[in-house]
């Protein structure tokens, strides 16, 4: 590892060691009470379920409407295995849990991915919406299927073992993941994609090919952040997993700067205290008029800031090596050899 990549890595280490023992002293010392804690929890989830959404929209711009469809699916896969066979707590079985999550949601999005991603992006994001209210309905009604999953009434009993801890370390193994994919040759070509697909498809890239791929990985990472949810909240509802929720996701990406790790992860961890925030302001009117105020952020955010908080930008270890050296140019030896 060269010096200077050597430092980058010291400092991002550290830091996220320092990060993590301020939240934890800050609990310890209940600065950050239980109430803010589940708060917090919530926004790590948020944040990784949004960076899924990041690579299908953000990096690949396939704009998907049905997010927290595949998020409720791995909630409701991992929380159905845990609670009948990891009753014990288990941390291997609670790791396969997730795992279970993640695959259940890319598989599904696999299968309709294939037809659907031939379409351009507008009629996707009508389609995918479609799937989102499909899997809405089938967990209203799911109990007539496996009655343990309680359908319009909810589930339960899922083993809660996703503490703080769980999450952060996830959340950072998610984070270096999309970081290393986008950055890849795979990654290269989902952005030449969302900037021209014909051209990308002229250059010989397999358009099709790549955008199911950025699809199916994007909503495997739902799905895993979903089967945490599962862990970290005892109570399952088909509600938590609707229309709005998919637009959550949609706001993080899009307010933190389509093409941005940072944003999103920034973003996505803001507009979870925003929100409640706004709970505590407003009260129940916030319920009422949740969808408005979804609404005007948006509008003023696309006004102020249409390309983003971070427009594309990153910080620290998450801004990309120069194009060069990832498409391995040997300018040096080609001049010697003509020489």
Not at 64 to 79: E, M, P, Q, T
Not at 310 to 337: C, H, I, M, Q, Y
Request: aromatic content about 12%; proline content about 3%; charged content about 15%.
């Amino acid at each position: 590892m060269p010096d200077k990549n050597r430092k980058k890595f010291i400092i991002v280490l550290i830091a996220t060691i320092a990060v993590y023992a301020v939240i934890r002293v800050l609990e310890g010392t209940e600065i950050i009470n239980p109430y803010w804690q589940r708060v917090l929890d919530q926004a790590l989830i948020m944040t990784m379920g949004a960076l899924g959404l990041s690579i299908i929209y953000g990096f690949t711009g396939q704009f998907s409407l049905g997010h927290a469809a595949f998020f409720g699916l791995g909630a409701y896969s991992a929380g159905l295995f845990a609670k009948l066979y990891n009753s014990d707590h288990s941390m291997f079985l609670f790791i396969v849990s997730l795992l279970i999550g993640a695959a259940v949601a890319g598989l599904l999005a696999l299968l309709i991915g294939l037809p659907i991603l031939r379409l351009r992006s507008d009629y996707l994001g009508i389609a995918t919406l479609g799937f989102g209210i499909i899997v809405k309905v089938g967990m209203d009604n799911s109990n007539k299927l496996i009655s343990a999953l309680g359908g319009a009434t909810g589930m339960s009993g899922t083993p809660q073992i996703a503490n703080f801890d769980w999450l952060f370390i996830f959340l950072i193994l998610i984070v270096l993941f999309v970081r290393n994919f986008v950055y890849s040759s795979y990654g290269r070509a989902c952005t030449a994609v969302r900037e021209d697909e014909i051209a990308a498809d002229v250059l010989g890239i397999n358009t099709t090919k790549i955008k199911v791929m950025a699809f199916v990985l994007g909503c495997a990472l739902a799905g895993m952040a979903g089967g945490m949810y599962a862990h970290r909240y005892p109570f399952l509802h088909p509600s938590s997993f609707d229309f709005l929720k998919s637009f959550d996701f949609l706001l993080v990406v899009v307010l933190g700067g389509l093409g941005s790790i940072t944003g999103t992860v920034v973003t996505a961890i803001a507009w979870v205290f925003l929100l409640e925030v706004l709970r505590f302001v407003l009260g129940e009117t916030f319920i009422d008029f949740r969808g408005v105020i979804y609404a005007l952020i948006l509008i003023v955010a696309i006004i102020m800031r249409p390309q983003g908080i971070f427009s594309g930008k990153e910080v620290g270890f998450l801004v990309p090596k120069p194009f060069d050296t990832l498409v391995g140019r040997k300018d040096g030896v080609n001049a010697g050899s003509g020489s």
